[in-house]
């Protein structure tokens, strides 16, 4: 069966860094698009980062540019969000999803996703 399931979650203090992974079983990730999604309580679900699978393409919000990076190794079938410089803005419930086709950084066209973990960036 599809599955992805994610690690690497947890409390990090302003400024510090953290490296989310989503590891896929049951499909290959190469073909597909990649992407991290985000949700605070009480806030919609935001786009985050976004990678093509037949392209190198990527696409940030601008909230995160220059802060984050997503990234995946075909080898391990896993995919990655590496954060750094993270604030308190940061905090939310993170998903990984993938889709066929194009990335893109609305949520409504990704068909498969891990199940979330937490990332609160607090003093």
């Known amino acids: 069966q599809v599955q992805l399931v994610q690690s690497g979650g947890g409390l990090v203090q302003p400024g510090g860094s953290l490296r989310l992974s989503c590891a896929a079983s049951?499909?290959?990730?190469?073909?597909?698009?990649i992407a991290w999604f985000r949700q605070a309580p009480g806030k919609e679900r935001e786009g985050v980062s976004c990678?093509?699978?037949?392209?190198?393409?990527?696409y940030y919000a601008d909230s995160v540019k220059g802060r984050f990076t997503i990234s995946r190794d075909n080898t391990k079938n896993t995919m990655y969000l590496q954060m750094n410089s993270l604030k308190p803005e940061d905090t939310a419930v993170y998903y990984c999803?993938?889709?066929?086709?194009?990335?893109?950084?609305?949520?409504?066209?990704?068909?498969?996703w891990g199940q979330g973990t937490q990332v609160t960036v607090s003093s």
């Open positions: 999803a993938t889709k066929w086709g194009r990335c893109t950084l609305e949520s409504g066209t990704y068909n498969y």
């Open positions: 990678s093509s699978g037949t392209a190198s393409r990527t």
């Open positions: 049951g499909f290959t990730l190469d073909y597909y698009a």
